[in-house]
């Protein structure tokens, strides 16, 4: 310390002239030295008054005189002050300060005590660049060194927890001490990653004069705008001094000329404090200012100024009870009843601060009574917790309550009631919104809560939405254009659009690409409001004006869904119209992200969410259609354009929710389409017969669900009726298909002539019928009919068809001849096996159809498997047995089929020389034989018998036993998964042929050519003639569909109440159950007692 102080003027004045000089300085380091040169200073003592309490000969500044600067007078009239007898010089101490062994660093400055505190705060945000902060904790208490508590320390780790989330600045002493200490190592555990490490800002104010090893913290003289000073943690050193620690992101060293001296700091941290908490901030949800709140661990003497100043200065204040000293004096004292007197103080001092208060004079303890008095004047501004009560959230509702009754005591804020409701939404305080704010004598408009309806949406409010929603906020008005396109530009994530257009490309669906175009619309339309540039119209994509404007509900519900919003999502789910609509679509977007998303733990929250999604329309359809059949089966077939113009059906087919699509009112419908005004009630063998004895039709054989009104026209609507439905285009299509391939397999078998024959010829028409067909269904379902494999199938065997019958005309060439004869014979198999499909509709055929397909996929993995095996044995075995085989045909088979067939059971006869017959081999290659195995100079076999038998044996212990066992296996379980909802995936599959047929021209096959001809005239002329535009219809714009949907807005209102009935009763169920286990348990307890009482 002798150094420290010699010359210091000097060099002062060499330092910053070194400084002036330099030319290589960066831009912000050279800003950041002008700045604090200007504008920061330190203190020395320029009078020696010596102490005569002190025997080390030093001044009442703490130094001795030979650490005074040069010029210092000596001083023996005045009592000594630091505003008169210092000098305030150029401040030497700031930069980074780096912690030797530790690799921490951070920023530190040494200042004036009477520095201005926004200059300090200009230094904070504009120099060290600092967020402006959205919350200030103030952290005062615990100055010694002690064990903190287990509790005290969760208390802690949630301090921080809140600083991180809410980007706050957390205040403390700054030295590695006590509280300080515990503080920093949480800060340092919160600081692992990047992210988190700039949230979390951890500044402590120390006084200068009661640092250790400050000396190592003074700038050199050749040093440059940037410094970094190596600090030194002496944790063993025995002195008064403090270290600084080490985990405290800035440090603010607070100099009034004094050494050992504590306290310094505390009039320029209150300052800071007041000074932040006076700013205004227009974006603050503190009625436009920076909240600040206090907060008491232990602590003595300069915590109860510290709370008593704060108090004065209208700052909130949290005790923590149970910590100690003065912190469980203010405690007790706010819980305690009646007036407060002084022996009542002074009582809770000498029971927490026995040892303090023995120390104190008469005056000094006065002193302390009359500041805990001051502080319990303002009990709105105390808010206590317990220590052993400290749970995750108790902390967090402490500081928001501490903040809310401050706030709405305030004489400027207590009307400020869009102010406190953002600051209790802002620390999701609902309780206290829904007593305090929402009360039965003030009334809201829907302007006044839009702001903060806004705000609670971006931060996933869900009770919020819902309260300001009971309170009057008009959700339509206020979903305008602006705040959807803010929503989907800047509280979107860029991940979720990715993914987005990432299942659009790979899916190719509907919907999906509907919606990428929606949210692609609202960027756009935000990129062209911010670089105001008129754009031509022909670049959006959309061909007409998007109907997003017309549903804002769907477009805020899709929103919440998209970013797997659950709760929020649900709360918006329940004001929207379609809800059976709009929850099908949920479950559809959900799935197709849940697919391309890399993160398995989002995929599987949005594979929950969606099947949660598919539960509420299944719920909410089966409430519907237990009330009104004929309005249920409209909501099934209703569409909107704000899901791409589908409907409930084709949604929760799209999605696979079986479930939705196996309930019965679902089948009901189904089979209603699938008869069409046939009753469902008639046997299937009366229509079969029907459609071989027309006369029975119209003799009541047949029932109807609709009896025609004119008696004169009854019996051509019957036979319209009939004729028309889809079961039986279907039963005619059946009868009509197994004749084609009778006779398909009649011209094969027995009139396959040199020149086709008359029956050849009307074949030719049958698939040419087919053709058309398959036409049809490609120009009406685009893109999605090459998905469905049946179609597929349906494509190659009219191809082969047709390769057959270029190849077959060729009769003068008999090669070409035949080999159309085999194409026809390979086709047949491929017509043959599209009756699989027909047979789907029967309830018992149908799910062992799906079995066979879905065990075919079984049987590719299992054949991958086997390939392995068969390759590896086939080579190895060629290789041993047969030298330099040239034939492609025998290697083929020797190495592929021959391993084939021992799957199967068959022993190769080859590997055993005893038994191998040479008179079935050649030994030129030039027989249509298998080569012979190579002989020795004995004309034996070489092939040594040791390897080929146990080879042979562990291929086939290896195929016939393991892997045929694990394909059996394999299909077991597909078997089993199939027939666990073996009813579900018929009904689901079902789906598909009765919209197949309902979508088919009315005609029976093969007259449906004659309507295909009609059909392809009529489009020809109408290319001729000039089109009129026609206006794109409106969805919910007709009577009907607004009657359906305020019909399912009851029932949807229904279905609310009975699930939230459902849920407090099991809630109150659960209660009586813990009330009966709580009785028995007393019970059991007064037995026990009585038990050992007698046993004594």
């Not at 912690?99 to 520095?115: A, V």
């Not at 205040?171 to 190592?185: A, D, N, R, S």
């Not at 078998?749 to 087919?770: A, C, R, S």
């Amino acid at each position: 310390m002798r150094s420290r102080r010699n010359g210091t003027l000097e060099s002062s004045k060499s330092l910053y002239s070194s400084i002036s000089r330099s030319t290589d300085l960066s831009y912000n380091d050279s800003d950041l030295l002008h700045f604090i040169q200007e504008n920061f200073k330190k203190r020395e003592c320029v009078f020696f008054t010596k102490d005569a309490k002190s025997n080390d000969n030093l001044c009442k500044c703490g130094y001795s005189k030979s650490q005074h600067i040069e010029g210092t007078q000596i001083n023996n009239q005045e009592k000594w002050s630091y505003k008169k007898h210092t000098k305030e010089l150029l401040t030497d101490a700031f930069g980074d300060i780096e912690f030797e062994n530790l690799g921490k660093r951070g920023k530190y400055i040494r200042l004036s005590c009477d520095t201005d505190a926004e200059t300090l705060y200009d230094l904070m945000t504009q120099q060290w660049h600092l967020k402006t902060p959205n919350l200030i904790i103030s952290v005062t208490g615990g100055a010694k060194n002690f064990a903190l508590k287990p509790r005290m320390r969760k208390i802690v780790s949630r301090l921080i927890y809140i600083a991180q989330s809410k980007g706050a600045w957390i205040f403390t002493g700054g030295t590695h001490y006590g509280l300080m200490k515990y503080i920093g190592e949480v800060v340092r555990d919160n600081t692992i990653s990047r992210s988190s490490e700039e949230n979390v800002v951890a500044i402590g104010i120390a006084s200068w004069g009661m640092v250790s090893n400050r000396e190592t913290l003074i700038r050199n003289c050749d040093a440059e705008a940037y410094y970094s000073a190596h600090y030194i943690m002496d944790d063993l050193k025995r002195d008064p001094l403090y270290c600084l620690d080490n985990n405290h992101t800035h440090l603010i060293l607070v100099d009034n000329g004094t050494h050992g001296y504590p306290s310094v700091e505390a009039k320029l941290r209150t300052q800071l404090e007041k000074y932040i908490s006076e700013r205004i901030i227009p974006d603050s949800n503190y009625g436009g200012k920076i909240p600040i709140v206090c907060f008491v661990q232990g602590g003595g003497r300069e915590t109860l100024k510290a709370i008593n100043t704060a108090v004065k200065n209208k700052i909130p204040c949290v005790v923590v009870e149970g910590s100690g000293q003065i912190a469980d004096v203010i405690a007790s004292l706010v819980e305690a009843e009646g007036t407060m007197t002084s022996s009542s103080v002074k009582e809770k001092l000498l029971r927490y601060l026995p040892r303090t208060l023995s120390r104190l004079t008469e005056e000094e303890t006065e002193s302390w009574i009359r500041w805990i008095k001051e502080v319990l004047e303002n009990p709105h501004l105390l808010t206590v917790i317990k220590i052993e009560e400290a749970g995750d959230e108790v902390v967090s509702n402490a500081i928001s309550y501490a903040l809310y009754k401050a706030f709405s005591t305030n004489e400027q804020d207590k009307d400020n009631w869009n102010g406190q409701l953002k600051l209790l939404l802002e620390w999701n305080q609902l309780e206290l919104a829904g007593e305090d704010i929402f009360t039965n004598d003030r009334r809201w408009e829907s302007a006044d809560l839009q702001d903060v309806m806004f705000t609670a949406l971006v931060k996933d409010r869900p009770t919020f939405v819902r309260l300001f929603l009971e309170n009057g906020l008009n959700l339509r008005k206020f979903l305008t254009n602006e705040v959807l396109t803010d929503l989907y530009t800047n509280n979107f994530s860029s991940l979720v659009f990715k993914n987005l257009q990432i299942a659009k490309n790979s899916y190719n669906d509907s919907l999906l690409t509907f919606v990428w175009k929606m949210v692609e619309d609202f960027r756009r339309g935000a990129k062209k409001e911010d670089k105001n540039i008129k754009e031509d119209t022909t670049e959006i994509c959309l061909p007409e004006a998007p109907p997003i404007p017309r549903h804002p509900l769907q477009a805020l519900f899709i929103w919440a869904v998209l970013q797997n919003k659950k709760e929020l999502s649900k709360v918006i789910w329940e004001q929207t119209r379609g809800c059976t609509l709009a929850a099908l679509g949920a479950s559809k977007l959900l799935k197709s992200l849940a697919k391309v998303k890399n993160d398995i733990n989002a995929a599987g929250e949005s594979e929950e969410l969606a099947n949660e999604y598919e539960t509420r329309a299944v719920e909410l359809f089966t409430e519907c259609y237990s009330s009104d059949e004929d309005l249920a089966e409209q909501l099934l077939i209703y569409s909107c354009e704000a899901w791409g113009g589908s409907n409930c059906l084709e949604l929760a087919v799209e999605a696979k929710d079986q479930q939705f699509i196996a309930q019965p009112g679902v089948q009901n419908f189904l089979s209603k389409q699938w008869y069409g005004e046939i009753s469902r009630d008639t046997k299937n063998w009366k229509i079969i017969l029907c459609l071989f004895l027309f006369p029975l039709i119209g003799c009541g054989f047949i029932s109807f669900r609709k009896k025609p009104a004119e008696t004169s026209k009854k019996l051509f609507l019957y036979y319209a009726s009939f004729f028309t439905s889809p079961f039986v285009v279907f039963s005619w299509n059946v009868i009509f298909y197994i004749a084609f391939l009778l006779l398909f397999a009649y011209v094969l078998l027995m009139d396959f002539q040199k020149e086709p024959t008359l029956l050849e010829l009307f074949l030719y028409v049958l698939v040419f019928v087919l053709l058309c067909d398959e036409v049809r269904q490609w120009y009406m379902n685009g893109r999605k009919y090459f998905s469905d494999m049946w179609n597929i199938m349906d494509t190659l065997g009219i191809f082969y068809f047709i390769v057959g019958i270029v190849f077959r005309l060729q009769s003068s060439n008999e090669t070409s001849w035949y080999s159309g004869r085999v194409i026809f014979c390979l086709d047949y198999i491929i017509f043959t096996l599209r009756l699989v499909h027909i047979f789907t509709v029967s309830r018992n055929l149908g799910p062992k159809i799906i079995m066979l397909q879905r065990m075919l996929i079984d049987v590719f993995f299992f054949l991958f498997l086997f390939a392995v095996w068969m390759v590896a044995f086939g080579v190895a075995r060629q290789g041993i047995l047969r030298k330099n085989e040239h034939r492609w045909e025998w290697i083929f088979r020797s190495v592929i089929y021959e391993p084939y067939l021992a799957m199967f059971g068959q022993y190769p006869d080859d590997i055993d020389g005893t038994t191998y017959n040479f008179e079935h081999c050649t030994f030129t290659g030039n027989e249509s034989k298998p080569l012979c195995v190579e002989l020795d100079s004995n004309n034996r076999p070489r092939f040594p018998e040791w390897i080929t038998i146990p080879l042979v044996c562990i291929y086939m212990l290896s195929t016939n036993i393991l892997l045929v066992n694990l394909l059996i296996a394999m299909f077991g379980y597909t078997v089993g998964s199939v027939q666990e909802n073996n009813d579900q995936v018929w009904k689901f599959q079902r789906y598909f042929l009765v919209q197949e047929y309902c979508s088919r021209l009315t005609i029976p096959f093969p007259f449906v050519i004659f309507a295909y001809i009609y059909m392809v005239l009529r489009k020809l002329l109408k290319c001729c003639c000039k089109n009129e535009c026609k206006q794109p219809s409106t969805c919910c714009s007709r009577n009907e569909d607004n009657e359906t949907l305020a019909w399912e807005a009851v029932m949807k209102e229904n279905y609310l109440v009975r699930i939230n009935t459902k849920a407090n009763d099991s809630t109150e169920e659960m209660v009586q159950r813990f009330k009966q286990l709580d009785m028995k348990l007393s019970d059991l307890k007064c037995l026990l007692k009585e038990i050992a009482s007698r046993l004594r």
